[in-house]
């Protein structure tokens, strides 16, 4: 049973680009979370995505955005890139009872961002 | 926003002593989740808390959720070098989203 999937696991960029990040759920896990771990910190909540719908933001400004596709994979973007924006970004996965998540989260192994 | 602080941020012991992380909300959580991250990894999910008063044990971890419902807690006792990472409570007021801890770095030394 494969677990949460993200892809590239590292990446460089020069400020003022965009990026793609990508992640695939564990199998039988409708909704993805995206998390942003800056060094020594714990993770922030960007947003949440069930049904192809952003669910949930947390305190990130519009430069954050993600899709959901059908198959429940999910890309988080970033335009505009800020030095501040290097960071670890997780993606976490779970299953989705009647609108209420009774399940602990299933971590990606994430993406490297830095910016320069 | 919500706001999950824990104590201590770090946290050094001999191996065999015992280890305690505490968790603090600035409002009441619906529920509270405990995770483990260990150097250069990612959190891994050790388990949900829901009920006000709730404990539950792991072997040699024991978690207990606040009577209000606005702090939690996790111990572990006889540390092992197999508990070394950082660990992190993760709450939530509305059951979908979960705002995590600043999180409490456990050493242990052999």
């Known amino acids: 049973d494969a677990g949460v999937t993200q892809s590239p696991t590292h990446l460089i960029k020069t400020r003022g680009q965009q990026v793609t990040l990508r992640c695939s759920p564990k199998s039988g896990h409708d909704t993805v979370s995206w998390y942003q771990q800056a060094l020594g910190q714990g993770p922030q909540f960007i947003f949440q995505?069930?049904?192809?719908?952003?669910?949930q933001r947390g305190n990130f400004p519009d430069r954050f955005s993600g899709h959901q596709f059908p198959n429940y994979s999910s890309e988080l973007n970033v335009n505009a890139l800020l030095l501040g924006d290097s960071a670890l970004y997780l993606c976490?996965?779970?299953?989705?009872?009647?609108?209420?998540?009774?399940?602990?989260?299933?971590f990606g192994s994430g993406t490297r961002l830095t910016v320069v | 926003g919500q706001q999950v602080m824990q104590i201590p941020q770090y946290q050094h012991v001999q191996e065999g002593e015992d280890f305690t992380t505490y968790c603090n909300s600035s409002?009441?959580?619906?529920?509270i989740q405990w995770y483990k991250q260990r150097p250069g990894g990612h959190p891994v999910f050790l388990i949900q808390l829901v009920k006000s008063g709730e404990v539950k044990k792991q072997k040699r971890l024991t978690f207990q959720f606040g009577e209000a419902k606005k702090n939690s807690s996790l111990h572990i006792t006889a540390t092992q070098t197999t508990d070394v990472g950082t660990y992190f409570c993760?709450?939530?007021?509305?059951?979908?989203?979960?705002?995590f801890g600043t999180g409490t770095s456990l050493t242990v030394i052999p």
């Open positions: 995505y069930y049904e192809e719908e952003e669910r």
């Open positions: 993760a709450g939530s007021n509305t059951g979908n989203q979960f705002y």
């Open positions: 409002t009441t959580l619906s529920n």
């Open positions: 976490a996965s779970s299953p989705r009872r009647g609108g209420y998540s009774n399940y602990g989260y299933t």
